[in-house]
């Protein structure tokens, strides 16, 4: 049975830690309590949020409807044959343990994607990426639930059409649906590509004498350098990258270029060029800058922090900030990655 909660702290699910509160809030667990909470006057006579794991969203005042979380969860595998195995996985999962089961059965695909804060249905929202590899290269598909009609239907590569932690559940079907599993292609022993075109991942395995590295340590090169990089949201709110990195022409690059000879790039495809949006807001003087209970991490810049007594509009207000620094010094437009929500 559904249990409806009144003025809900939503401090313990979101990673910046803002006590902001939920005017109703409820817990599901399954597919079938979506569905029955659909034909509620809980859900029909309110607006409504659904939330993970609360990692890449900055709550920036209490919010005046019904807040629900995801807490489908179950792992299973789906199809298997001599090379991959299909593996289904709750949207309500926390993504690192959902990885972790994934290297615990010596499957490839995901270790580079280690310690990624989240759920695995938020995952594919986002298409997270980190070191060369995205979620849209293991993906096989989704199961979701209609808000409109409650069916459970599925979606293939194809149709979730994935960028650049972009997918059309970001855009086109922004709020219409709720994912309700997760399934990927991993490979199995023998048959798995490491990716290792990330040079900090070799710097690793080299400074540890790893000279044929397993899925397992990638995926511990990839924990230690988060970890050194990226602030625990248990010690200090915030929403791991708060910002994308850029991705420009390779003429506009050319001209930045002459100018700061040392920027950091990464070549793409069709002449696009990626830049390094922390280098960018660390170059304009943004790292550790503190103001009104909010800052910079001041070992990364692209992540924005909770020093405990700010709230999420300071946040949107630095945020704003550093986009026009960045604009006015690069002439580079920065986009967040962070989703805003305001009621």
Request: charged share 25%.
């Amino acid at each position: 049975m559904l249990k409806f909660l009144q003025s809900q702290s939503l401090a313990d699910y979101n990673t910046f830690g803002f006590d902001v509160k939920a005017e109703l809030f409820v817990e599901i667990n399954s597919v079938e309590e979506f569905q029955e909470l659909l034909h509620t006057p809980e859900w029909n006579e309110n607006q409504h949020l659904i939330l993970g794991g609360g990692s890449n969203i900055l709550l920036t005042d209490d919010y005046h409807g019904l807040v629900i979380i995801n807490r489908i969860s179950g792992t299973n595998i789906l199809e298997e044959d001599d090379k991959s195995v299909v593996v289904k996985c709750g949207g309500g999962e926390n993504w690192h343990q959902f990885v972790l089961y994934t290297l615990q059965q010596n499957l490839g695909g995901l270790e580079n994607l280690s310690l990624i804060p989240g759920t695995v249905g938020a995952a594919p929202m986002q298409n997270i990426g980190a070191y060369g590899v995205e979620i849209k290269d293991t993906f096989h598909s989704l199961e979701a639930i209609n808000l409109k009609t409650a069916k459970l239907v599925v979606f293939f590569p194809d149709e979730c059409e994935f960028g650049y932690r972009e997918s059309i559940f970001k855009h086109k079907f922004k709020g219409e649906y709720l994912i309700a599993s997760v399934s990927f292609r991993l490979d199995k022993p023998g048959f798995h590509h490491l990716n290792l075109d990330y040079g900090i991942i070799k710097n690793v395995l080299k400074d540890k004498k790893i000279e044929n590295p397993t899925i397992q340590d990638v995926s511990n090169a990839v924990i230690e350098i988060r970890q050194s990089k990226l602030p625990d949201p248990v010690e200090i709110g915030n929403s791991g990258s708060f910002f994308k990195n850029p991705i420009i022409e390779s003429s506009e690059f050319e001209k930045l270029k002459s100018e700061f000879p040392e920027m950091p790039f990464y070549e793409l495809e069709e002449g696009k060029i990626k830049l390094a949006a922390g280098w960018l807001i660390e170059k304009a003087g943004w790292k550790g800058h503190q103001e009104n209970g909010v800052g910079v991490h001041q070992r990364q810049a692209l992540v924005l922090v909770n020093h405990g007594e700010g709230s999420g509009k300071d946040i949107l207000n630095l945020a704003k900030k550093i986009q026009d620094s960045i604009h006015s010094r690069f002439g580079v437009e920065l986009s967040p990655e962070v989703n805003f929500i305001s009621t």
